[in-house]
């Protein structure tokens, strides 16, 4: 999307191939998840996001297969011939040789995952409103999220408002309140990749929204009435029918049809390591960006699989194109600038690292509304979203707590 736009004016054609009709800005899918906000206001058609580009075609297509002797990328209908080929496919969920949990655990990367986890969450209180057994009940009011990193802090900290204020008053014969929520992590502390005195204090703030966490934990299994959790070799039991998934993720696909047409490696998560520019060893034609690529010529790690450094990344590709273009010496390369860290846990309460500044509550919060708001790609989804919140944040009601897609 960012190297679309950027490319908007250039002396180039542009086509954007992709089997979804919109752009997501997924950083808020939690909020989708938890009622919220509504698909449309978190997502843009591409045609109007790209209509003003008039040297850009919008194609409904899904890419299986490359053919980089002839420069094509194969689609299931057909080919369309490249020049330059970017390359953003980015991750789905990794279950760690465990797919069969899927089912049972949906992850949080579409749409879909989002108004599941919506429906599953609120299906839960609904069965617990009409079960008659207590153990049973409590079975139903147990909520697991899996992965502490931030989507599962966001997902866990919004559900502690869910349960503690926005249904408080809703049901007879339950008390939402009364409900449990565990978030489960393989490190020893929640949001592992943040400084551990933000960690400490993302830990208070979910302790204050009724979420309790277990660090150093694996689990081990996932069935429908519970999860079996290891702990310092102990193995404990826990019932639930609401496991959410958030402990990892894995490149898509079509990583591995770049390896085995380019001969590009690939790292352990199977992301496609790329070149100082972004391009792969021997193909400067072609580009990886996003949570796709694994960029490791800045520091021992890759750059993490956030938005920012996919957008900083397509603009870079934007630009060294240009050059290209116009004959210039291409760009220097590569560089990440991290603006900052920022994971919110509910109103009022969040937590941000920006360099050697760290700042928790609601001047982290704010920052973090600020932020998300600017990084929406439509003025009309950022004014509906600052509006849905406002609305919220005055009422504390979630708007969008619909059961979709299933029966009761």
Known sequence: MYVAKALGRAPVSVAVIDRRNFHLFQPLLYQVATGGLSPGEIASPLRVVLKKNRNTEVLLGEAVDLDVAHRRVILPDGAIAYDTLIVATGATHH??????????????????????I????????????????????????????????????????????????????????????????????????????????????????????GVRSLTSARVTAI???????????????????????????????????????TGAQLDPAGRVIVEPDLSLPGHPE?????DLSSFTHQGAKPLPGVAPVAMQQGSYVARLIRSRVAGRQKPAPFHYFNKGNLATIGRNRAVAEFGKLHISGFPAWFTWVFVHLMYLVEFENRLLVFIEWVYNYLTRNRGARLITGGKP
Do not use: C, M
């Open 95 to 116: 279950y760690f040789g465990n797919d069969q949990w899927e089912a049972l655990a949906p992850g949080l990367k579409t749409i879909e995952n989002a108004t599941e």
């Open 118 to 209: 919506r429906s599953r969450l609120l299906l839960a209180f609904e069965r617990a409103e009409r079960e008659p057994d207590p153990a049973e009940r409590r079975a139903w009011l147990n909520f697991v999220i899996v992965g502490a990193g931030p989507t599962g802090v966001e997902l866990a900290g919004a559900l502690g408002e869910i349960a503690g204020d926005t249904l408080r008053y809703d049901f007879r014969h339950i008390d939402p309140r009364d409900a449990a929520i565990l978030l489960v992590e393989g490190e020893p502390r929640v949001l592992p990749t943040f400084p551990p005195d933000l960690s400490a204090k993302a830990e208070r703030q979910l302790i204050a929204l």
């Open 223 to 261: 069935d429908p009435d519970g999860v079996t959790v290891t702990v310092n070799g102990r193995e404990q039991r826990i019932a639930t029918h609401t496991v959410l998934w958030a402990a990892g993720v894995r490149a898509s696909r079509l990583g591995k049809v770049l390896a085995e047409r």
């Open 286 to 290: 072609i580009f990886v960006i996003g």
